[in-house]
């Protein structure tokens, strides 16, 4: 592909177990985005991630190995184990999950127990909205609403902002180096290229008095593992720029959702330096590269449909096989669940200046979102899912199938409980009927959880 210069705190215990790592796969896609291997400058080495779900005790498994050693056949899981403990140690998505089912299982037949905020929007009590229009609190959550959406939609695609407090190279500050006459003009020439033609999927705040720094957000494109999913990236321009390329961060939430996005934020792109190209054209050239290419890259290059394929290698040796065939659509099922782990943690934590952002999409997205799952718990290959006309293809029943199809299922309640919070109402259908039957302390777990900070800021990337 050619692309130029204009185109909760955990509620019930923290688990650690080696990480293993589980490549699984489908596609053909030749591109030479990176390598998977720790060549990027934030990280020396990371980890491959991926999720083992559907554990009788509500835990997801987040695992990886050393990507020093690139994965051999010998190496590749036959069988991804979705049922192995999590391997997360801030993972609090799951443990609330838990926590949940665990307080639900024993519960007598016909004994119902109060869910908060959850129940008050699906149990009986408010199903019909109409009765309860006139009430006080109704009109509130109305006004909220309106308030959130009116927010949303005035959220302008590129803006200057005065600080970002919370970006990654907010300390960096410079190198010493002396910049160029020229440095802050071309940095210019960039907000106008971005600000003129970025795609309706990116959205880019940048600093006004700290011109070097730059903060994307990038909605997974349709067709892949990640639509629908809200992807964020630090960027900073160095002292040298445009001799040298930017410097990118990707706010990883702590799991590994591709093979050139790690965990530590390495971003893996020959463009930004980080992998050695096929050719020069494929690395950064001062002077006709720019951050918008670099963005839409990432975009159409990286966050792809079949993800596997990304590690160096893989297109030609896996290729065109029905075991690449297998492994690649296997990796992408884990990508999506990693996904929605992700959606989560960014509902939990946006980033500064997209607040409103984050709200609205997620608000206006839920549904979409829950109906995905459902129609890949129903077996819908990850990513087949045209919107209006549902799947265009069935999958396998294979027993790993089976088995992903199990803990997309299982995560929709946590997602649920997610969207929810976030203002969502449509969700009913997608609702499991034994997520309002959960005992008063699950509740009061499930909501301190969500409410805690350290749940998911103290986790160290």
Known sequence: MDLDSNAPNSAIKKRKQDEEDAIVGDNENSMNVGESSGSGDLCKSSTSGSLNSNNPNGSDDISGEDDEDMIDEGEMDEDPDYGSEVDYDEDYYDDVYSSMQDQFDNLPTGVEASLPWLKDIGSSECKQVGASEGSSSHGKAEAKDDIVMQKYRQFKQFDIVDSFPDHFFDKQGTSGAQRSKNWAKRIQEEWKILEENLPETVFVKVSESRMELL?????????????????????????????????????????????????????CLSLLGTWQGRNNDENWIPGKSTMLQVLVSIQALILNEKPFYNEPGYSESYGGSRDGHRRSKEYSDNAFILSLKTMMYTMRKPPKHFEDLVAGHFRTRARDILTACKLYSEGAPVGSVVYNLGPTVSNSAAKNQKEFQLAVHRMMNTLIAFFTKNGSTDWEEFRSPEILNMSAAASATLTECYNSVSGVAALTL
């Open 215 to 267: 903060r994307a957000a990038i909605i997974g494109p349709q067709g892949t593992p990640y639509h629908d999913g809200l992807f964020f990236f630090d960027c900073y321009f160095p002292d040298n720029y445009p001799a040298s390329p930017p410097k990118v961060y990707y706010h990883s939430g702590g799991v590994r959702i591709n093979p050139n996005l790690y965990k530590c934020g390495t971003v």
